[in-house]
């Protein structure tokens, strides 16, 4: 089973920014099976990213992923006030589905 | 258009049971089309993915809870359940119920509840 570490922890960028978010996997993992949720205060996990680099339905092209293997990364080019908020990198394999620890986006 | 609904106590004593209902509208289960399924997220932390059950009543359960879990599935509702034994403050969490479908052929869960927060304490 791999695990996923999410970094930073915590990042800190001001809107207008370019926002870099990554998720390195313990274990080589198919492309395929990496997705991105967005979290909201108070609200469900909206999902961004499927297939480590496909847009769901409704999301910005702001919004982009990239990577392969065990290296992962979601992209948001030019920040807006909306996108803060914590991003989760998630793999599923086996049937089974694990998440990273989480990545928080906060204004500076 | 698809929505899950999660219901259930919010407070559970230590060494309870747990048990959680997620009604689905907008869609059948029984059409085999997807997976269903549970994720919890204790306060201030990342989410954890509990299990899933197809509608046949075929299970997968996070091996870390395997021992205390059982997710079950009633077509004839619309529904399907959680009941995770034994439990502890650990287990206090926001719980999810979720839908795994596809986005563009990759596994994915596409649809979320709003989540009911569990409280487990005397």
């Known amino acids: 089973e791999s695990v996923l570490t999410q970094s930073p922890g915590t990042l800190s960028l001001s809107p207008g920014e370019r926002a870099t978010l990554s998720c390195r996997a313990s274990?080589?993992?198919?492309?395929?099976?990496i997705a991105w949720y967005q979290q909201k205060p108070g609200q469900a996990p909206r999902l961004l990213i499927s297939?480590?680099?496909s847009r769901a339905t409704g999301i910005p092209d702001r919004f982009s992923g990239s990577g392969s293997g065990t290296d992962f990364t979601l992209t948001i080019s030019r920040l807006e006030p909306e996108d803060f908020a914590v991003y989760h990198c998630?793999?599923?394999?086996?049937?089974?589905?694990?998440f990273g620890q989480g990545t928080r986006l906060e204004i500076k | 258009q698809v929505q899950l609904q999660e219901s259930g106590p919010g407070l559970v004593k230590p060494s309870e049971t747990l048990s959680l209902t997620c009604t689905v509208s907008?869609?059948?289960?029984?059409?085999?089309?997807?997976?269903w399924g549970w994720i919890r997220q204790p306060p201030g932390k990342g989410l954890e993915w509990i299990g899933s059950?197809?509608?046949?009543?075929?299970?997968y359960y996070n091996p870390s809870l395997k021992s205390r879990l059982t997710i079950s599935v009633d077509t004839s509702k619309n529904q399907f359940s959680l009941k995770l034994s034994s439990v502890t403050a650990a287990d206090t969490a926001v719980y999810y119920c979720?839908?795994?479908?596809?986005?563009?052929?990759?596994?994915?869960?596409?649809?979320w509840g709003q989540g009911t927060t569990v409280t487990v304490s005397s």
């Open positions: 979720t839908r795994r479908g596809s986005s563009f052929g990759h596994p994915v869960l596409d649809v």
């Open positions: 907008g869609d059948s289960i029984s059409s085999g089309t997807y997976y």
């Open positions: 059950i197809y509608y046949s009543g075929t299970t």
């Open positions: 274990q080589t993992v198919s492309s395929s099976y």
């Open positions: 297939g480590a680099s």
């Open positions: 998630q793999q599923y394999g086996s049937s089974l589905i694990t």
